[in-house]
């Protein structure tokens, strides 16, 4: 069956620190993979996405990584902040068909 | 200017009941859908709506139907609501045509549907 499990369902880390959360997918083929942010009584936010043919993409503190031979995703937030405490999603696009899959979150607090 | 918006933002009903929730987006995105996020927080997909044609439609019970009046509208259909009905349902749009696809999909603000 298909999956896209988030290692850890929530991550405590110290201010600072950089945060590093998993996606992993099995029998899925994605052309693109996406990271989502939602806090509490809020629909999830774009933060990035990352296609199959690239590796690493970046955008201020938050780093990407993607690996289709391991089927899985890296999302790191480097010197975190309390601001950056939320849940934290991945999702897949599968390619030839609209579809757009979410992972199960993982719910990130940085600790002052 | 809201760019997904659903209403209402809370619903509360008895079991048994027929209730919609409705969602327009003003981005002219191509595709709509539909998702439950239980008491774990898991985003499940239950619908999406590409150019008004049904593409996927996960193991959702017939009693949840989509109804699309144009490209700019969603709306979730619920007939006969039960105690496990009760989540927060979100709708979200994206682009899936040409150099847009794959892009960002935006949510609305959810729907929190309380069943009693």
């Known amino acids: 069956s298909q999956k896209i499990e988030q290692n850890s369902e929530a991550l405590n880390i110290q201010e600072g620190k950089t945060a590093t959360l998993t996606c992993n997918y099995t029998?899925?083929?994605?052309?693109?993979l996406q990271w989502y942010r939602q806090d509490p009584g809020r629909g999830p936010v774009f933060l990035l996405l990352i296609r199959e043919n690239e590796k690493e993409k970046r955008k201020e503190r938050l780093k990407v990584t993607f690996d289709t031979t391991l089927k899985q995703s890296l999302f790191h937030i480097t010197a975190s902040q309390p601001a950056d405490s939320a849940t934290y999603l991945c999702a897949l696009v599968t390619p030839g068909a609209n579809n757009l899959f979410f992972g199960t979150g993982t719910r990130l607090t940085v600790i002052p | 200017d809201t760019a997904v918006s659903q209403t209402p933002k809370y619903l509360v009903t008895q079991m048994g009941n027929d209730k919609s929730i409705k969602c327009e987006q003003n981005l002219g995105h191509d595709t709509m859908y539909w998702y439950k996020q239980d008491s774990k927080k898991f985003l499940k997909i239950m619908f999406s709506?590409?150019?008004?044609?049904?593409?996927i439609n996960e193991t959702v019970p017939n009693r949840f139907s989509p109804k699309s009046p144009d490209k700019a509208h969603l709306n979730l259909h619920i007939n006969s609501l039960e105690l496990g009905d009760s989540a927060v349902y979100f709708c979200?749009?994206?682009?899936?045509?040409?150099?847009?696809?794959?892009?960002?999909?935006?949510f609305g603000q959810g729907t929190r549907l309380t069943v009693v």
């Open positions: 709506y590409n150019n008004k044609e049904l593409i």
């Open positions: 979200a749009s994206s682009s899936m045509a040409g150099r847009g696809r794959g892009t960002e999909a935006f």
């Open positions: 029998n899925y083929s994605p052309a693109y």
